[in-house]
């Protein structure tokens, strides 16, 4: 027997084993369960939640007999070998227990048993990433959901890189998992280092190896200074295999070919930022982590629409978008841009129509009330006219400019505001003016309501 078995319990009964989530070169995850107390609504409740517990195993060196829980390591020579990374694992567990970040793995508790240790974390329902990308009906991620993945994952690495001085050495879809809501955290940190203020390895411990997402550097094991570049070769490695759900050429092949072209369905912009992240030599990739998922998000601004995560029994089927989802030939940035341009000077068109259409129907009921105020003094109405029709045909321009954008919204809140007082006074002032003034000044209030309404139609933000 290598694990323990269903039911076992850890910690005087704390925490009862369920089953093996998977195991490594130097430990086993168990899903188990245990008791917490919670605040509800009646008072304090007991329920029970899951957890994943990892425990030390060195499965090369290390082995239980029979049914018994202890681990035993047989070999004198291995003892010292085991040692050196059990003290490892406890530093990691100590590590992480301290890292505070959504897109990093929470670690709750740290203890000694069976003649090895265990850490407690929380446990993430949504699978690995490895096996997302794999459950997917098109065998990769659609480019929006790859950026999306990438980027949170590169925002736990900075945080690890800036905030805690170590590197995590080991980023791959398999150390990936997501969450009920579909967002990606980081686990396994068992091939990490520190490094001190100087950036001086805090261990000297060997880094293992994952082909494919390990960097030429890592096969070197010439990690002794602090390095987050190669980490982002692993990332870059990571969206590799995101967006064409292939494992990535071995670091010495991509030393002597490069990359293969960007399959049809991945933007060229896009596939920049996985080829400065896998560059061979450290120093021809960007140097931290900020850098590059800056240079990932500037190339990909328009594409940051994130799509629903699905749990495994939704994968069979695509969404329906997905269904018709064509190549793209030219980049999601510019068409979006080139959309979003389109409707805007539609919209424009359309406001500079309305506004000179109003301007006309000022003009013209000016006109046609004309002769209606011809019953007073000719010089008296045609004063009274001569004001109206000015302030309606500068009102008029004033919607005009604003439906191109020229006014800013203040003036476009006063012009509200004046002919909302105006159109009010002049209803209160007919009945003082002579019949002339009277249909003249129902003229400027009517004008002064249309402008109103239209004005109140224009959304402009301030």
């Known amino acids: 027997m290598t694990h323990l078995q269903k039911n076992h319990e850890l910690k005087g009964g704390k925490y009862r084993i369920e089953k093996v989530l998977g195991q490594g070169g130097f430990g086993i995850t168990y899903l188990a369960t245990t008791k917490t107390t919670v605040q509800g609504a009646l008072g304090e409740m007991e329920v029970e939640i899951k957890v994943a517990i990892k425990e030390f195993f060195m499965k090369e060196y290390q082995l239980r007999e029979g049914d018994s829980a202890l681990v035993e390591t047989p070999s004198m020579a291995s003892r010292e070998l085991a040692s050196q990374y059990r003290a490892k694992f406890i530093k990691e567990a100590q590590s992480l227990s301290r890292m505070k970040h959504p897109r990093i793995i929470t670690v709750a508790d740290v203890f000694e048993e069976n003649n090895t240790v265990y850490y407690v974390m929380r446990y993430l329902s949504g699978g690995s990433l490895q096996d997302y990308v794999r459950r997917s009906t098109d065998g990769h991620l659609s480019e929006n959901e790859a950026v999306r993945f990438a980027i949170q994952i590169g925002e736990g690495l900075e945080y690890m890189h800036t905030e805690h001085q170590a590197c995590h050495y080991d980023v791959k879809p398999g150390n990936i998992l997501l969450d009920d809501k579909g967002d990606a955290v980081l686990i396994d940190f068992g091939l990490s280092k520190n490094y001190d203020a100087a950036g001086q390895q805090t261990s000297s411990t060997p880094v293992g190896i994952s082909q494919g997402f390990a960097p030429l ?10 390095s987050p570049q190669s980490d982002i070769y ?10 064409t759900g292939q494992v990535p050429p071995e670091a010495s092949m991509v030393n002597e070919d490069g990359l293969p072209e960007a399959p049809v369905w991945v933007s060229q912009r896009v596939w920049k930022t996985v080829e400065a992240a896998m560059q061979p030599r450290k120093k021809d990739r960007p140097q931290s982590i900020r850098q590059w998922r800056e240079m990932l998000a500037s190339q990909t601004a328009s594409q940051q629409s994130e799509r629903t995560f699905l749990s495994p029994s939704q994968r069979t089927m695509p969404p329906k978008e997905e269904q018709t989802e064509q190549p793209v030939m030219q980049s999601n940035e510019t068409m979006v841009s080139d959309h979003a341009k389109e409707k805007k000077d539609s919209k424009s068109g359309f406001s500079i ?3 000179i259409a109003t301007l006309i129907v000022c003009v013209v009921a000016t006109i046609l009330m004309m002769p209606l105020c011809r019953l007073g003094s000719p010089d008296q109405d045609g004063v009274v006219l001569m004001f109206v029709f000015g302030l309606l045909s500068v009102l008029a321009i004033v919607v005009i400019l604003s439906c191109m954008e020229i006014i800013s919204a203040r003036i476009l809140l006063v012009l509200r505001c004046v002919s909302s007082v105006a159109f009010v006074a002049n209803l209160l002032m007919l009945p003082m003016w002579n019949r002339t003034l009277t249909y003249t000044y129902i003229l400027l209030s009517f004008g002064l309501a249309i402008i109103l309404a239209l004005s109140i139609g224009i959304k402009k933000s301030s």
């Open 353 to 355: 129509l309305r506004g």
């Open 217 to 226: 550097e890592q096969y070197n094991q010439m990690l002794d200074k602090f």
């Open 234 to 243: 692993s990332l870059g490695a990571t969206l590799f295999f995101m967006l």
